[in-house]
């Protein structure tokens, strides 16, 4: 430059090359010499097609949804300008009649440029104002952008709203990033999931010691606590309002979207509570638009929340005024506490020492205590049987009496302590939430490990687990049901479940005796009883 502009050799002193950024668009706009093989670059092998939209088209679409909670593009991630474009690209030639299966490059898997695929819009609703080729591709100028499930979504609020960066910084490119930005665009139309998203802003997770280290990249917490991770504990945090619910076809969702009123089929029970599980495991319940994890219904707080109006194509979003917090963090202030479970067997405890109505069974929890099983880590749904069915099992002989399990001359204890852990179901936390299916998941009836490990090597069992079968009981407004499993070899069973012939093998319903909320864990109130025995009849035939 210098030789051919001598005249303008003192101002020539740098040169500028511009570059587009190749991890953030599909394929780099100088498209002319491309090819997918080492040929050297002289042969075209593919074609491209871009889809251009009017000025006025894009101006309205960042003035109404991009820009929508800022005025300053500055402000949001560059992976926002760039995905936008992507939205309008394509490696491929698309045709007019491809044009409603042919996606573009947003996302790994891309995303239909018509927005549902097959079943949506064709090529002539598509607002092609003029079409033409260029040396490696079609150009079609359209009078509206091609939309994407990204900004669409409900994460959409999440990438857009710069007072939700935090969140946006902990889940980009995550699994439930992957899920809540999944949608009709990706191809998940008539089978896919509706997604309650609730929150919280960066003001409030900064309010709870929260900060972003850009130097280390990672989450840090100004309380002084050893006790956990500050990314385990804002994971924890965003995951807790998070609920997903499946379509599965013409099996509609219990979609969360009413936190106001309890479903109609807990009939006012429970106070008015409605109950759910969120995208972590953890329980909380709802009425009047507030929300209670554990640790609020402890700290005697609530959470305030308020949908979001934006038609959001895959759910719905709430903002939220508080933390819904899984342990108590106002009552124990900075303190580690505040930032841990307490002990489930606290929790389990408690609840037998204030419910004179299963005493029973706190005399056989404080006989067998050594012997029952219980992992902090695990998720626990606590069945507690009344005094009424546990002499129910002591009269059919399944269960021993106290007194004989306090002797424990023929190893009553153990049989007594086996009894009681086919009570503790490990793995989910079940809510009776009056709902169609079995929630988190979307089933009819779902089966679940218990405490209760049989060994009996004549007959192969070595620490076999035992189940249990959960079920709504449809014919009684939804309420929660336990029945006991067998374990089987063929056409054989090993291990045979009993239940109560007398009771229901249905939760009791009522807020001081069901739904009881605490870490990882719920107690029910148990018109029935579990229990697990060897099949003797073929020990006997071996």
């Not at 474009?85 to 007019?96: C, D, G, I």
């Not at 124990?332 to 002990?343: E, N, Q, S």
């Not at 779902?446 to 004549?458: F, L, P």
Request: hydrophobic letters at 30%.
């Amino acid at each position: 430059y210098k030789k051919v502009y001598p005249e303008m050799e003192a101002e020539l002193n740098k040169v500028y090359s511009k570059v587009y950024s190749s991890l953030q668009l599909a394929y780099p706009f100088n498209l002319e010499r491309f090819s997918t093989v080492d040929d050297g670059g002289t042969l075209e092998t593919n074609s491209f097609t871009l889809f251009l939209p009017t000025d006025a088209a894009i101006k309205d679409y960042f003035d109404n949804t991009i820009l929508r909670y800022t005025d300053d593009l500055n402000n949001l991630p560059s992976t926002v300008l760039s995905s936008f474009v992507n939205a309008h690209m394509s490696r491929k030639l698309v045709w007019p009649s491809k044009y409603k299966t042919a996606k573009n490059h947003v996302g790994t898997e891309g995303e239909f440029f018509n927005g549902s695929g097959s079943k949506g819009p064709d090529f002539s609703e598509a607002g092609i104002i003029s079409s033409e080729f260029a040396s490696n591709g079609i150009i079609y100028q359209t009078s509206n952008v091609i939309k994407t499930g990204l900004f669409e979504s409900v994460y959409g609020r999440i990438l857009l709203d710069p007072s939700y960066s935090y969140v946006n910084i902990l889940l980009n490119g995550s699994t439930l990033y992957e899920k809540l930005t999944t949608s009709q665009y990706t191809g998940y139309s008539a089978d896919g999931y509706n997604y309650t998203v609730i929150i919280p802003d960066n003001n409030i997770l900064e309010e709870d010691g929260f900060s972003f280290n850009s130097t280390t990249s990672s989450f840090e917490n100004s309380v002084n606590s050893t006790a956990i991770n500050p990314t385990t504990r804002i994971s924890r945090l965003v995951n807790s309002g998070i609920f997903i619910r499946e379509v599965n076809g013409d099996m509609m969702p219990d979609k969360m979207d009413d936190f106001m009123s309890q479903p109609a089929a807990l009939g006012g029970e429970y106070d008015g509570y409605g109950f759910a599980v969120n995208y972590y495991g953890d329980m909380i319940r709802y009425k009047n638009n507030q929300i209670q994890g554990v640790g609020n219904i402890q700290d005697g707080t609530v959470v305030n929340i308020k949908k979001d109006d934006y038609p959001y194509c895959n759910g719905q979003f709430y903002t939220t005024d508080k933390l819904i917090n899984y342990s108590p963090r106002d009552t124990y202030g900075a303190m580690d506490t505040a930032w841990v479970d307490a002990k489930v067997t606290t929790f389990l405890y408690d609840y037998l020492k204030n419910n004179s109505d299963v005493s029973i069974f706190k005399q056989y929890y404080e006989a067998c205590v050594g012997e029952l099983e219980f992992n902090t880590s695990y998720f626990y749904t606590f069945i507690i049987p009344t005094n009424e069915r546990m002499n129910e099992a002591i009269d059919r002989g399944l269960l021993p009496t106290i007194e004989n399990v306090s002797a424990n001359e023929n190893g009553e204890l153990f049989t007594a302590a086996a009894f009681l852990n086919s009570h503790f179901l490990n793995g989910g936390v079940y809510p009776d939430d009056g709902m169609n299916n079995i929630y988190p998941g979307n089933y009819r009836y779902y089966s679940t490990s218990t405490s209760n490990k049989i060994t009996e090597a004549k007959l192969d069992l070595v620490f076999a687990k035992t189940y249990v079968k959960v079920q709504k009981n449809g014919i009684d407004n939804n309420k929660l049901q336990f029945k006991a499993m067998d374990i089987e070899n063929g056409a054989n069973s090993t291990v045979i479940g009993y239940d109560s012939q007398e009771g229901s093998n249905c939760v009791i319903r009522g807020l001081e005796f069901s739904n009881v909320m605490g870490p990882k864990a719920v107690i029910h109130k148990f018109d029935g009883f579990i229990y697990h025995k060897v099949n003797e009849s073929l020990i006997n035939k071996n």
